[in-house]
């Protein structure tokens, strides 16, 4: 399907959808598959789409995929409140439905949906058996340069390839990854964001709660990631929290490493999750 609305549309159509509250609406969670659940949690400006390339692999491997559009992005509602209570409380509310009573899940949370879950975590461990971020923010590591231009007064193929030029310049390592799906999802995805990351993330919002953390957290990194560079550095400060922290790295890929090196990210997702976290004792448990 040469179509991008088309490819996403036909995708969305295989998926069941439920509507938990968040704040005066309701946040969209979509469903594929009916083995362990795992939820997936998008990055800034995005939506379940984020994952279009790695739901299909996760299914066959098992798991009951759990995308959500988080609250201010995509068909979801603004949360009570704009910060982390007000996110993770729309998270738990959903949650709570949709695993019932006494259920926990793992979670992978893609850079902003990372730090969304870490701080879920922090505040309803009895949800949340694992955290794995891919490519977050917020453990006050050096920011990289991106490289952005505006696309005011553009069109036509001037217009595409400034959109091409910004998800190099952010998302994507290769200039073959920006192609005709990569553009759509990020226009799509960007129409419906309404809630502002800033103050969300950077420096810190990750970092914060690592010494309170009850859960497992683990990585994945692209190699090239540009907005959260150096993953040695990342792999440190997670490492200072939880020793046995497993922190794996997807070569060749940007910071969107799960839509530009899918086959090798899901392969690494799913030993990841397949392995399960080793026993750990988090240095500030009791």
Not at 133 to 157: F, N, Q
Not at 254 to 275: C, D, K, S, V
């Amino acid at each position: 399907m040469s179509d991008p609305a088309a490819l996403v549309a036909a995708f969305e159509a295989r998926a069941r959808r439920i509507d938990t509250p968040c704040g005066e609406g309701t946040m969209a969670w979509r469903i594929w598959g009916d083995g362990r659940p795992l939820v997936l949690g998008h990055g800034s400006q995005g939506s379940w789409s984020h994952w279009i390339r790695n739901i299909d692999a996760l299914v066959d491997a098992g798991w009951q995929v759990i995308a959500a559009d988080l609250p201010g992005f995509g068909a979801s509602a603004m949360p009570a409140s704009e910060d982390h209570d007000g996110i993770s409380a729309a998270l738990a509310s959903g949650l709570e439905q949709i695993l019932g009573p006494g259920n926990s899940a793992n979670l992978v949370g893609f850079s902003f949906g990372g730090c969304a879950f870490a701080n879920f975590a922090a505040r309803h461990p009895h949800l949340a058996r694992r955290v794995i971020i891919i490519g977050s923010g917020g453990l006050d590591t050096p920011h990289g340069a991106v490289d952005l231009g505006s696309i005011r007064g553009l069109e036509g193929e001037a217009r595409v390839e400034r959109l091409r030029a910004n998800l190099c310049g952010l998302m994507l390592h290769h200039r073959a990854s920006a192609d005709d799906l990569a553009v759509h999802l990020l226009l799509a995805n960007a129409r419906l964001s309404r809630l502002s990351p800033a103050g969300l993330v950077l420096p810190d919002h990750i970092l914060r709660v690592l010494p309170g953390l009850k859960v497992p957290i683990d990585a994945i990194w692209g190699e090239h990631d540009r907005p959260h560079p150096y993953p040695h550095l990342q792999e440190e400060v997670l490492r200072r929290f939880q020793p046995e922290c497993d922190f794996r790295v997807i070569a060749d890929a940007g910071h969107w490493a799960m839509y530009e090196r899918p086959q090798a990210f899901n392969a690494t997702l799913i030993a990841m999750l397949a392995a399960g976290p080793p026993p750990r004792r988090l240095p500030f448990s009791d």
